[in-house]
Structure formats: C-alpha cells, structure tokens
C-alpha cells in the first residue's frame, strides 16, 4: 500500500470527521448486537411457557411486547447511526475525491506542453476520472467497511463464544472459506472489469472520432465501412459483459450457499446439544442464527475490501507517476510588473529533446515596443518555435530572449503569458456562446468591447444575422461555424485583452485577401502596442516594420517589405510566386 500513502494527507486533513465516524460505526454495530439477545429471551420465555414451568401468559406477552420495543429501539437506533457514518465517513471520501481531482487538474495546467506530447488525452481523462473514482473507494467504503467488519467481528464473536465456544467454532468455519472464495471471484471480477473498461473505452473513442470526421465519411461513402468496423468492436464489448456477468453471477450463490451451510451446522450440532443437555436454552439455537447471517456479509466484504484496496493502490500508482511530474519550463525571480512589449533576441537557439531536431539556430533581432514584425518562412521554417518559447511553453537553453531589457527567465510566467495575447494556427472554440468565446479572453469585457473587437474583426455583422445573435451557441470547436469566422473569434478574443504582444501564428489562412487586409489595416490603426505577425503570405506581413524570413531554424533575410521585394532571395521569389499565383 506504499503508493496510497500519499492520500495520508488528506486522511490527516479529515481526521476528525473519520474519527467521528470510527465511533459512530462501534455503536451502531453494538446497538446492532442487541436484537439477537433479546431474541434468546424471547424464545427462551415460551420455552419456559411450553415447558410448563411458572410463567404465565400475561408474562409470555408482556416480555415478547418488551422485547420488540427494545428490539425496534435498537434497530431505528443503528439505522439512525449508520447513516450518520455515511454522513462521516463517506463524506469524506467525497471531500478527497474532491481534493484530489482539483490537485490533478492544477497539475496538468502547470506541466509543460512537452508532457501533453507524450500523454494521450484519454488516458489523461480516465487518472481524473476513473483512477480517482477507484481512490474514492478505498477512501469511502472500504474504511467503512473495514471499520464495521472488524468492530461486527470482534464483538459478536465475543458474545458467540461467552455462549457456547464449540458451537461458535462449527459455526464460523465455512465463513473463512466464504471470505477466501469472494476474495477470488473479486479479482477475477477486477480482471474482466479491466477489460471491458477498455473495450469501452475502444468503443467510445471510436464512435467520437466517427462522429467528429463525419463529413469526411459521408464525402467517402464509406458508411457501411465503419459500421462493420463498429460492430466488430460492440460485439468484442459484449462478450466482454458476457464474460463479466457470468462471473459475477457466481458471487451471491455462492454467499447463499455457505451462509446455509453455517446455519445447518447451527441447527443441527445446536439442536444436539440441546437434546444432549449440554445448551440448556433453545433460544441460544436461535440467538446464533441470527449472528451467522450478521457475520455473512462483514466476512464477505473482507475479499471485496481487499480487491477495493488493491485497484485503488493501482490507480493511486497511476496517479502519482504524473503529480511527480516536474515543469521542465522553470521560474526564476518570478518578476511580475506590466511590460510595454519589446522584444531583444540574441543569439537564439533551440532543439527538441525526444526527436533532437534542431529547430532554431542563434536567432537575433529586435522588436521595439508599439512596432510590428512580420515572420515568414517555409513549413519547419521554425517560426512556431519561436513563438512557443516567446510564451514560454518551451524552453531554452543557449542564447537569451530580454522583455523590456529583462531576461524573460526571470519574469513570472503567468504574469507574462497575461500580457500577451496568441491567435494559434489551429482556431479553438469552445462548447459555448459566441460572447462567452470572445469573453473568454477577458472575463471583465462587456458587450460593447465584445462588439467592438467583433467589428475589427470583420465578424460582427455576421454574427447579427445569427438567430440568436451573440448568444448562438456554437458546436463542439466552433463546428457550425466556417474556417474563417473560426478564425476571426479567435482574432477576437486575442484582442479583447489588450495585450501588450500579439500574436497572430499564421491564424488568417481561412480569410481571403480582402478580409485580411481590412482586418490587418483595422488592428494596425487600434491597436498601438507590439505585434507579431507570423504568416506563409506576404500579404499578412508586408506593412510590418520589420520582416524577418525563417528558413531551416535561420533568418536568411531582414528587412522591410520594400527592400526584401528588390532583394534576390526567398522573399523576393515567394513575392513574386503569389503575386502569379493572384494574378
């Protein structure tokens, strides 16, 4: 159990809620323990009656009325007790799920995206969600459980053997088997539960990637292809339930039988005894009756509890190999203050750890604060590059990159990232509304903002002719939108923000020449601070300051657009490919 040792934590932090509970657990079960004594003395008085002895039928009716009294006592006492052991303990258990969820989730806001390169969403969604529910568990119900099995043990056991000792042997000896034969079956049920979660899982992400390329198959006319290949994957998930529920089946005929066999031995090694004379009481036959059918289930749970422990020790395993995990992206001085958006490179250079591709190679150049710079460069150029260790999502080892003359190691990265507003290649959008998307990049920004950036963007009187205005919800990543109103929200949200950078990664692709440069005009004249522009067309980047052009991780050329035109070189010959290209 060394890996769930990190939940001590939080076991440390709830420790007297789970205390309260531990104590609320003892009563209940003794309270509990109360109802087979008072049937001994039920039965034992019509004994007595039947036997001829002194007892009158008044005293029968008065002690069965007593008995049943206490007996209801008892039992609405421990029904009101246990549940307040799950308003203790299970509570608990929630309260952890809780924690432990929103430790996850920070954690992977924090990591690098070096570490979403390696790790497949799913896999990252089943730790949060599945891993953490399997914690919860042992967390939960099988501290109750352990708690009242154990407390349920020690005390009725107490009171069998105060009885009868041999007795209380022959009748405890199926129910070490019982508990040794539900410890199997539950780690033959773990093994197949494992497997049709995965089955599962296969068929879940088909079916999203079936639903998410959609158009792709109907262009195709390949239905009747991924429905074969749908029921190939449903059918291998059904034999896996199939295998699952036989197994499973066996658990409660098997509790059934064994409790039979305890209760045999309790009528009839009872039922010799007492015509032995060695139990002189037939309410003692009785009594034990009722303790092997309370003992049945804490000693079953004892095999569950154990199979609880071993999935939540192998999901807190899982868990723990990424909360170990460090940011590669470190923090220095963690310098927080408002920059006015220059930029100095110097001597930049960059590789990729996994594929040890060399990405950029000492890279200079200057971006002063209000000005514009255009980035252009062939695919692999390493123009992406650049931008992500200008954000910091990367980091660098050789050369150094100054913000306002400070080493951008040492500012606080969150505080930076703030400053900086980022239009990436691929346009998100969010399951939401189009002001909630626009919003998004300033949660203070009323609708006149949200209209206003709307209009730079050439997107508002679009959005007007919606039916539900800026209200209309959009689909999952903006589906019933076109490519280019993706990207002008995603324009839009960048602006909102007011940055003091920003970015346009090559994010007006979708739009046609005239949109763009109204857009560019537009931002160009309301918006005064720094802007890099990165682009594959030297329309977007043309009325730049300053161009830099990127090939194999090196500025070949710098300059401006009218001095690179009458320069022989890339840009010139890409200049004059569009310009053919238009024409």
Known sequence: MKELKYLNKYLIKYRKRLLLGFFIVIIARILLLFTPGLIRNSVNVVELYLNGTNVSVNDVQFELVKNIFLILTASISAGIFTFLTRQTIINVSRFVEFDLKNEIFVQYQNLSMNFYKKNRTGDLMNRISEDVSKVRMYVGPAIMYSINTFTLIAITLFYMIRQSPELTFYTVCPLPILSFAIFKISRKINQKSKIVQESISKLSSFSQEIFSAIKIIKSYAIQETTKKKFNEISKLNKDNQ??????????????????????????????????????????????????????????????????????????????????????????????????????????????????????????????????????????????????????????????????????????????????????????????????????????????????????????????????????????????????????????????????????????????????????????????????????????SIKDCDNIIVMDDGEIIQTGKHNDLINTNGYYKNLFLEQSDNKD
């Open 242 to 539: 199939i295998d699952l529920v036989r197994i499973q089946a066996m658990f409660f005929p098997l509790m059934i039988f064994l409790i039979g066999i305890s209760n045999l031995f309790v009528i009839y090694i009872g039922g010799s005894k007492y015509l032995d004379g060695s139990i002189q009481q037939l309410g003692i036959i009785a009594e034990f009756i009722i303790y092997v059918n309370m003992l049945t289930w804490p000693v079953a749970s004892l095999g569950w509890i154990s199979s609880v422990v071993q999935q939540a020790e192998a999901s807190q395993k899982r868990i723990n190999e990424f909360l170990k995990q460090k940011n590669d992206i470190i923090q220095h001085d963690k310098i927080s203050k408002i920059i006015s958006g220059k930029i100095k490179v110097n001597n930049l250079s960059f590789k990729y750890d996994d594929s040890g591709i060399k990405a950029l190679k000492k890279i200079n150049f200057c971006l002063e604060a209000g000005n514009s710079l255009g980035i252009i460069g062939s695919t692999g150029s390493g123009k992406t590059s650049l931008i992500n260790i200008l954000l910091r999502t990367l980091d660098f080892d050789n050369g150094e990159i100054l913000i306002d003359d400070l080493s951008i190691k040492k500012f606080h990265i969150q505080k930076l990232r703030a400053q900086i507003g980022i239009v990436n290649q691929d346009s998100f959008l969010f399951s939401d509304s189009i002001s909630n998307n626009i919003r998004f990049g300033s949660k203070k920004a009323d609708m006149t903002n949200i209209t206003k950036v709307s209009k730079i963007c050439s997107i508002h009187n679009e959005i007007i002719n919606f039916n539900d205005k800026y209200n209309t919800l959009l689909g999952e990543r903006g589906v019933n939108l076109s490519g280019g109103q993706k990207q002008r929200l995603c324009i839009a949200r960048a602006l909102i923000k007011n940055p003091k950078i920003l970015i346009l990664d090559d994010c007006l692709s979708a739009l046609d020449n005239k949109t763009e440069n109204e857009i560019l005009k537009k931002i160009k004249k309301s918006y005064k601070n720094s802007k890099i522009i990165v682009s594959h067309r030297i329309s």
